[in-house]
């Protein structure tokens, strides 16, 4: 099993463009994340999904969308990034929602926004 | 909202000695977990010991160990007979059995000096 995979390991954008971190999970996870880390700091929530086809919003959404595609991947788009997105994002996934199951982490993504 | 504190920007050992990582946290739940995730160079988080709230007993994990301290809303990591490969930022994290989100504290650096 690979587990939490994530793509791209890296990007550089510039101030404006979009694009789409891709996310997908192989353990048949319900629950899936999206957090961001900033420098010095532990990581934040975006948005997450409780289960296929369901949403919502995290400490953090603003900027962001996400979409949960099937069972297995959870994507989140940048419309217009921004300087202050520069961060390293890392998606995750639980069995469940609403128990002490632990959340696994994908390597993340380093994202430049210059 | 809750809010996670570690108060130790970063720590220093000897390898095979102990050290103990300090977390505070505030909420007005009665029920919630509470984690300890390593991030190594790599980045890759990595859970190191789960608590649950109800439980009165601290959780071990082989040489990981926890002082949890529900009034006091603390929850140190002791880490015995230190290894080079702990070197890591550690994250304590919190989560409500009623929500979804993960709020983490700043990090701690542990340095493992040979």
């Known amino acids: 099993n690979a587990g939490v995979t994530q793509t791209p390991k890296f990007q550089v954008l510039k101030t404006g463009q979009s694009m789409t971190l891709q996310c997908a999970q192989d353990m048949n996870h319900n629950s899936m994340y999206w957090y961001r880390q900033d420098p010095g700091m532990g990581l934040r929530l975006i948005y997450y999904s409780a289960s296929e086809g369901t949403t919502d919003k995290g400490e953090v959404p603003n900027g962001y969308n996400v979409s949960r595609l099937n069972k297995r991947e959870f994507s989140l788009r940048l419309e217009s990034a921004a300087p202050s997105q520069t961060s390293v994002y890392f998606c995750?996934?639980?069995?469940?929602?609403?128990?002490?199951?632990?959340?696994?982490f994908g390597p993340g993504t380093r994202l430049t926004v210059t | 909202a809750q809010t996670v504190t570690q108060s130790q920007p970063e720590m220093s050992v000897q390898e095979a000695e102990t050290v103990t990582l300090s977390c505070t946290y505030d909420?007005?739940?009665?029920?919630?977990?509470l984690f300890w995730y390593k991030q190594p160079p790599s980045r890759q988080m990595i859970l190191v010991i789960r608590?649950?709230?109800?439980?009165?007993q601290n959780a071990t994990e082989n040489r990981f160990s926890v002082n949890f301290q529900k009034a006091a809303k603390s929850f140190s990591l002791k880490i015995s007979d230190s290894q080079l490969g702990d070197a890591a930022m550690y994250f304590c994290a919190y989560r409500s059995t009623a929500g979804n989100m993960l709020t983490f504290g700043g990090g701690t650096r542990l340095m493992v000096k040979p």
């Open positions: 909420t007005s739940e009665s029920d919630y977990y």
């Open positions: 995750a996934s639980s069995e469940a929602p609403l128990t002490g199951y632990e959340q696994y």
């Open positions: 608590q649950e709230a109800y439980k009165q």
